[in-house]
């Protein structure tokens, strides 16, 4: 059983700072992209960023200079620095991995980000 493990959520103020991680592990050959992506109440998933292997990485245009994605390949743990937030930046994110082995995406159980007065 694979599992994504995220932490790192949680009530922030505007122009404040919070850093996600998600670590997965279990019976996994192999991890190729990494990333996050998030769900506000009422509106789709989409896309926040997005991390390869070799470390290259693509960002939602919303938070390409705010946020930061990076990876530890030994620990198999994306992270996620959020920088500047926004109240629009409140969503449930999730993390996801694809596996190097088969084809699909694993995906965590989602943690919340609040960006509040």
């Known amino acids: 059983q694979v599992q994504l493990v995220e932490s790192g959520g949680g009530l922030v103020q505007p122009g404040g700072s919070l850093r996600l991680s998600c670590a997965a592990s279990?019976?996994?050959?192999?991890?190729?992209?990494m990333g996050w992506s998030r769900q506000a109440p009422g509106k789709q998933r989409e896309l926040v960023a997005r991390?390869?292997?070799?470390?290259?990485?693509n960002y939602a245009d919303s938070v390409k200079v705010r946020f930061t994605i990076s990876r530890d390949n030994a620990k198999n743990t994306v992270y996620l620095q959020m920088n500047s937030l926004k109240p629009e930046d409140t969503a449930v994110y999730y993390c996801?991995?694809?596996?190097?082995?088969?084809?699909?995406?694993?995906w965590g159980q989602g943690t919340q980000v609040t960006v509040s007065s």
């Open positions: 996801f991995a694809v596996p190097a082995a088969t084809k699909g995406v694993y």
């Open positions: 279990g019976s996994i050959s192999g991890i190729n992209a």
């Open positions: 991390i390869s292997s070799g470390g290259s990485t």
